[in-house]
């Protein structure tokens, strides 16, 4: 393909010159990148492997349970601006369904305790010690561990900075650690965990507020960016997976995708795909390779689902189960970490879990309801010490070639927020960057 020249695309063209971006990966950095870039004026290709957009972060119809079900239950936050923003810039600001007042309802399955977090204002979360939003066992230690994880180097684990001991670590910092890093907090990077604690409940109810995907995670997060691009001339194509990069001069030339070699030419490319693909691609760069996994399973009951305490989600303590969120008549577990979970067969897991629930739902000696587990097993990177400090940059060393991704260097943990402010990132650098056009 010669430089310049534009390039054909699913019938549209999309010229190689200098205003033209590809984006390759439509996960929510990949849509978030698309979506900047096309904001930015540019015009924007976008290539995924999989036949649907959202990566890890989608919605499918599942044949056993005859409903629409997400890969896994995803909470966002009031303080996650990235992701506002984001739904601002497509036309769906009001995508996700507030939970108002904010809380957060945990039962302690041992003991049959149950507390509510119920994040109120202030810079400092001086609710956790009130009556209303204490954990069982709380107290000014709390504070006096935020502060330690306020002040934590980066190679501090979470365990490092609070109570092992203590009732806390089980019924907070754990639970805290595993939602936030999907790491346990023996060895989850205290920095990364504090970023998001500072951002959100020291931001109190508003920061703190969650908001859920009451529709699916596709429709709220990935059908309306789709919609966006589409009604402004960008189709992404599926089922087309980048299998090399044609690299020249400290420039990308083209991306094969196997029965076709696409020219960039003077385009910019931004590369929003996982680690372990930016490992094969770009092996000179070095990233994080240890994951951990997402367990979810979705259980289809035989009428509405309904949660102790009555809310749209609860945190459970004392069983392997560690959040239960219901939608309609499907009642959907998560457990993060779950490194033991994911290497069990999926009708034992179902079956395990269930016999923790039904006392806790009240049904004592049910049969296992029709179930769909969901094993992720690289649901995100392992957010310790070690393997954050391995997170790149968006700069790639090639001149017209950037990363996104939760997985890269965004500060935050590895979330749809910081997936969202990645790609936005990478296009924000690309556009910023001078590079020496290719002469025609
Ligand atoms: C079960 C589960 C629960 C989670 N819960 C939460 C939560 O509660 N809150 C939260 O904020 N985050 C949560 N996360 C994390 C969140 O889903 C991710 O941070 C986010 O979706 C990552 O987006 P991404 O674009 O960086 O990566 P991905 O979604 O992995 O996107 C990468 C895309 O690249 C595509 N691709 C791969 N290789 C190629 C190739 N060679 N060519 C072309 N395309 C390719 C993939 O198919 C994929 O679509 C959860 C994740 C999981 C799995």
Redesign the pocket.
Known sequence: MVPGASIGMNGREISADGRALHV????????AAAVAGVRAGLRVAL????GQ?????RSFHDATLDRLID??????VGA?RN?FGYLADIGAPDALSPLDPPRFDFLDAATGGTWTLQPKDGFLPFWLLGREGRVPGGGVGDLIDAGRLAFAGPDATVADCVDTDGPLFERFWQPLSR?VL?TDATEGSAQLLWRMVRKTFARGAAGSRPYLADKGLSAALVEPALAYLGGRGVTAVFN????GLRISDARVTGLDFGNRTIGTGNARVVL???PS?IAR?LPDIGVPGETRP?V?LHYRLDGEAVLPGGGAFLGLVGTEAQWIFRRGDILSV?I?AATGMAAKPADAVAETIWRELAPILDRPGAPVPPCRV?K?QR??IAQTPAQAALRPGPATGIANLWL????TDTGLP??????IQ??REAVKRALSAGFRAIPD
């Open positions: 390759v990966g439509a996960g929510m950095a990949g849509l290539y995924e492997a999989a957009a959202g990566g890890r972060c890969n896994g239950n995803h909470l966002i996650n992701v939602a999907n087309e997976r980048l299998r929003a795909l996982p693909e691609l997402i979810n998560t993060s969901i992720e649901a995100t996104a991704g939760d997985w590895a979330t749809i927020d910081g997936a990645s790609g």
